[in-house]
DNA sequence: CGGTTAAAAGCAATCCCTTTGCGTTAAGAG
DNA sequence: CTCTTAACGCAAAGGGATTGCTTTTAACCG
């Protein structure tokens, strides 16, 4: 549900779609984000207001629907030859994007404008998919013992999303790679 | 940080921040969050919108303060004898806890209107302390071998918060129960 | 390929939330 | 008790949010 649900996915209602989001883009790095409002986002998208309000219903639906946009991961996860150094890489750039300033704000703004949790499911999903190419990967090479997926998820991209949440403070890609190791515990490499 | 520091921590000033707080949970419970307006709440308290403005900026930042009093915890976790038992049942409970209706909305509340935050640190300080409770009565028994603190927050608290907030579905006391089981994998129990 | 239907966008008027300047009250200090 | 100033009340202006109605046009079907 990131792009809302479009009955008539073609033609204006597409144009629509991009040129909004476009503008949403384009105002947030001009004027940032604070200064955002919904009749503005209009005006520079060539749309009125009501059409905005109609589809999705507040500035913070709206938004929420950029920043999913933004947290779609744009590369798939380095090779680095071996599921500790594949997991480790990508835990490091995976926090180290999503704790800067504007990654923390998308994440806002994506948890915030979600009446029913489909743009947060999103990102989980975004996040899953990268974990299991590394995994797929390990399995290719016919590394042994690699953890399942859902125990990355709850014991390395948890804790880094729960610490940029709730404690901003001193996060570093140390704290990455000891969550990787103490997952990866007792594999060789 | 969650109330807001007080230049003028008595009187008038105290009366207003008490007053505007329990409007907030009236009419939260009477008509809703959704159809809460900062003008309601203000004829609600007797107090004029300006004030609400000045003190808290806007409604999202009244709400984050109102929504992290309600995640304090009003109990001490319960003593069941052992640590594995203490720490079940407190994560069982914490899990429930936080994945109600309820309880999911006073979290988006707590980290909606937080520039700083403030206060949603305080929520993981919450937490933090009832696992210190857990396992200072751990360390007065003579249980070794106790994971640190920051562990617990990592491999059980954080997961259980990724869920709640990224994947709201499909959650019970089950996946609280193998957090900790997993956490305290090797320990007699 | 037209013809039909209804979703989506435009328009415009209304409501009321938000913001701000200024006067008043009262908390805290000496 | 007096002084200072933070905090509150008041009121006006500006603009964002909402909604009924009309127009456009995407999608569907003969």
Redesign the pocket.
Known sequence: MSPK??????????R??ASVHAAVRELEAERGRAAL????V?ARA??????I???W???QELLSDVAVERLRPDTEPADRGGLRADLTAWAEQFLDEMSSTAGRAYIRDALLGDPDGGNAGQCSAYAAAQVDLVLARAHERGEDGAPAREAIMDHVVAPIMYRILFRPEGLSATYARELVEQTLAGLPG
Chains 1, 2 share one sequence.
Not at 5 to 14: H, K, L, N, V, Y
Not at 46 to 51: A, H, I, N, R
Request: hydrophobic share 30%.
């Open positions: 649900p479009m009955a008539r996915p073609g033609g204006r209602s597409a629509v779609q409002t919904v009749p503005l209009a060539g749309v009125t207001p009501s059409t309000y109609r589809r219903g507040d500035l």
